[in-house]
């Protein structure tokens, strides 16, 4: 009988890898669509590093090996002159995170190859090299100009060689030790294999699960070092209760900045704080109020007692040095839920001065140049630039380099002349540009895509505004299908982004690509609750997921429904994380979509929370705890409308995933099958919640293929087989 039961389940589809002799499939030349096996032709470009004397750019390179089922890592340089770009790491190894040092001598890098200790390797530029190399003498952190030491945190060490000494748990492995104050003991050490839990925090996405301490609650506060270059010797500067944060050196050497505790407390009195307040229920005069965890420091780059900077409220980042050493500037946010700004402020003390003014967005990475200007890069809603403040804090920022596409990673060189960035835009993957400081003379260096590029049409976007509930402003962008031709109609399909606080942008996605490979439109919208506005637009949804950041997505939908050329018959949805709970809710209060896929589903809160890693979001988001507010999950959740749904769904789901857990996708298929909507659920081995970004190439492309296809079939009446090519 219970035979007879399990084989009358429906079923649930398993990914498997598919065997190797299906590697390295044969591509049509171009130009044509996009095919799935493209995106292992994919190359990514990242982390670019200027040599000081800017004849030189280093830069991680991502391929997919599609055979091995990996992606790889390398360290190539490329000359700002012009000239092919070089690999200046093994193949046998993966190798990221370039950096120069000072003096120009080494390109630093990261990587776990064997031989050596810890991950920081090096290869020798002022004499003949051979292999990379690691150079105890050469410390790693902040330098002044001159290059002559380094300053970096560490934790004051400790004697841990006799802990394990007798201790009957040891071999165990380590989720199924008892924690020290567990209650229960195994009856057999060595036959024990479970996972033994006692602490709050026992599982991390893309980790797993995370063991127990095995001793009492301890503190080990990070303290200020200091290494002369050419000294293995390091010197350690503090000895306090509390820890050192982000410290920066002087470019004249006098002086190290950093960030600590606003009253210089324990690290043991902040965090033990900081627990007993998480367990009280939410109240909104205390956990709304302004508060000031974290201020300034500096002190002399020998040592001595710190000097507060400046009383300054809300938390501070990003610290860079004035050139003549006698300002600093830093990213300070007054509070979570505000923007945050550029500051400045005297080394000998005073008012920070907000650089930025009432602008709507916000700064990221600061970059103090020996010339004098400081300049930074900014998201500016979907696409991004990097700017010029003007210290004097009268003016808006000056964009220097933007347009149509994002830009990240700005790095330049020791005159502050010379910049080097990656860019992206619809239709171009990765490549590596550099430009003048001022943003003039921009030039291409890398051709890395050139060949898939040649082969495929890539898909452009229309972008579009358009006005909301309560006259919000909403940025959105209509992707056309390939082969597009005027006077037909095609099917549409909206993606949903995940956060709720990212952001869709003016950057290659295979995503969007691979669905109008299929001939359908693509709509994308930053609703909000979106990043890339001002903390006034992404905090707008707190406490209102799913109210009127639906009627944005809705709104867009209307708009683009009305087109002649979208067939609003064939309308499609699809999102994950925030936008996989968004899908979900949207198939509870419409029947308009024909087809949806939900990734990495949240369907009912309550669950969410027991069972994910980051329960702080919804603690922030949702006014507290379930049982603070429970009225609030309960209606946010949309299993407690699943009745009403109608319209068939995909769900597509990670194994491993610890921030939206599998059991809300279980619900949500059991619930569908039990009433007769058509549903199907996908689930990935190896993967957690970054398989779309992150996992097995194999997995991903699956992943790819099998929304195509849902797609294809529901909107297009296009079979399995002929839909993912």
Partial sequence: MLAAVLLALPSVV?????????????????????????????????????????????????????????RHNEIWVVNTAGGEPQRWTSPSTESSNPRWSPDGKYLFFTSPRAGGQGSTWAIRLDQPSGEAIQIGTYPNGSMPLDGAFAVFTEPARRDTATRNATNPFARMQPMAKPTFDAITRPAEPSRFDGRH????????????????????????????????????????????LYSHRSPEVSPDGKWIAFIADARLRPDSVMDLERDSLAKLPYNKARDEADRNDTDLYVMASTGGTPRKVSEWMGAESDITWSPDSKQLAFVGRPSRIKSARIYVVDLAGGTPRNLLGDWQFEPGSLNWLTTGNLQFAADIGGRSAILRADLTGKSAPKELVGGRRQLRGASYDAAGKMMAYTSTSMTKPTELFVASADGVGERQLTHFNDDVNKDVVWSDAERFTYKSVGNMEIEGWLMKPYGYTQGKKYPMVIYIHGGPHSAYGEGWFDEFQNLAAQGMFVLFTNPRGSSGYGADFTYSTRGRWGMEDYEDLMKSVDIVAARPDVDSTKMGATGGSYGGFMTTWLATKTDRFKAIETDRTITDWTYWYGSSDAQGLTEFEFYGKPWDNQALYDTLSPIRYVQKVKTPMLLVQSEEDHRTPMGSAEIWFMSLKKQGVPVEMVRYPRSNHDLSRTGEPWLLVDRLGRIRQWFAFWLQGVKAGTAAN
């Avoid at 095919?35 to 470009?45: F, H, I, K, P, Q």
């Avoid at 980790?207 to 010197?235: C, H, I, N, Y």
């Fill in 197 to 240: 839990v006692t602490d709050m925090s026992y599982k991390v996405n893309g980790v797993g699960f995370v063991p127990g301490r095995a001793e009492a609650r301890s503190w080990r506060p990070a303290q200020l070092w200091r290494q002369t270059v050419g000294d293995t010797a390091k010197q350690q500067l503090t000895t306090t």
């Fill in 14 to 70: 398993v990914a498997q890898q598919p065997p190797a002799s299906q590697a390295a499939t044969k591509l049509p030349k171009g130009p044509r669509a996009m095919m799935l096996a493209d995106w292992y032709r994919v190359v990514n470009v990242s982390s670019p590093s200027v040599s000081p004397d800017g004849k030189r750019v280093a830069m991680t390179v991502t391929k997919a090996v599609e055979a091995e089922n990996k």
